[in-house]
């Protein structure tokens, strides 16, 4: 979970590094990053060195240690969990350090930081001029979860709404939050919604074990759980699961072999994209059944994962302690290319 320092080392062939000359001078120059991936380094447990790393569309090589570089060598923190942006404006939740960094969006300068009213915060999304962010609070505590309100003009938390343990991946759709219970610490199956205007859970929808991502596509709201591992002592299988948000009912199930746990799960033009152990699978969401056949092989498992402008981007975590590193694949699951960024690339956020 840590940047690496601007490079001008760069993979310019498929898993094969070779050095260049850094074409990025005049976009660092600018300070902008506005044409490329950020990516979210979440850095080690407790060692505090988050970082953020940039690659320009463009591709010739990453820059890293951002967060750093522009703000006077401040470190960004302990584990950096997730990257959004609101216009202009982005912000950097960080789970281990209990806050959230809010940034100039296209040259990550900090303008504040929200160290108030959060306890292991997870994900922040937008709506009705206000953010919202999952909170675990204590993961021993099965009571104390909530989902903080952000007054985005004054950068300070002005509500919280209790809700069910371990509150993790949110979207926004039709003026609600669905918000997915991974389940802190445990285990969990549902899905609390949350109605805007009222700041309330106004229903609460079952789903298969341990929902770690959810996505909105033509009005459908798709979740990939992952089930219970074997080691939980009560093994269960992943699904992947639609749900209509006018009923807020399941309407479809696709089940996984009781021991094939999904793990990532990202959406693009009609196709669900997920991962399982280092395969990478891709579906119609239309399709009544899930492929029984990869789209390619990783020669890591993915810890970070997303579908965008028909590339697939994964984050190898390699050994948890040095940097990592990011492979690029094309929607055919051809290798484009490798760059070397920070520790524990979890995230991908695309500043286009």
Not at 234 to 263: C, M, R, W, Y
Not at 292 to 299: H, I, Q
Request: net charge negative.
């Amino acid at each position: 979970m840590n940047f690496k320092k601007i490079t001008i080392a760069c993979i310019a062939t498929a898993l094969s590094l070779v050095s260049c000359t850094n074409d990025d001078n005049e976009s660092k120059s600018q300070g902008t990053y506005d044409k490329g991936v950020i990516i979210l380094n979440e850095g080690g447990f407790t060692k505090g060195n988050a970082e953020i790393s940039f690659l320009a569309n463009a591709g010739v090589a990453t820059e890293n240690k951002l967060f750093a570089l522009n703000n006077g060598g401040s470190l960004l923190g302990d584990v950096a969990q997730n990257f959004n942006a609101n216009g202009a404006t982005a912000y950097v939740v960080m789970n281990g350090s209990n806050k959230i960094e809010v940034l100039e969006r296209y040259s990550l300068k900090r303008i504040a930081t929200i160290s108030k009213d959060l306890y292991n915060p997870r994900y922040i999304v937008f709506a009705n001029g206000k953010g919202y962010v999952t909170n675990w609070g204590d993961g021993d505590d099965a009571t104390d979860d909530y989902v903080a309100v952000i007054n985005l003009t004054t950068n300070l938390v002005e509500s919280k709404i209790p809700v069910a343990e371990g509150p993790e991946k949110l979207i926004v759709y039709n003026s609600k939050l669905y918000v997915a219970h991974k389940g802190g610490y445990g285990s969990g199956n549902t899905l609390s919604v949350i109605d805007v205007a009222t700041a309330k859970v106004s229903t609460t929808v079952p789903v298969g074990d341990v929902p770690a991502a959810i996505e909105e596509n033509q009005g459908v709201i798709y979740v990939l759980c992952q089930g219970k591992s074997v080691w939980s002592g009560a093994e269960s299988a992943g699904k992947i699961q639609k749900i209509n948000p006018a009923t807020n009912l399941v309407t479809t199930s696709l089940d996984f072999a009781l021991t094939s746990h999904p793990g990532k799960m990202d959406i693009e033009n009609n196709k669900i994209y997920f991962t399982q152990a280092k395969n990478v699978y891709v579906m119609n969401t239309s399709d009544t059944s899930l492929p029984t056949t990869a789209l390619f092989e990783s020669t890591f498992s993915p810890y970070g994962f997303a579908v965008n402008n028909n590339l697939i981007y994964t984050g190898d975590a390699g050994d948890y302690s040095s940097d990592g590193k990011i492979a690029i694949y094309d929607t055919a699951g051809s290798l484009k290319s490798t760059y070397a960024v920070g520790i524990i690339p979890g995230g991908f956020f695309f500043n286009n």
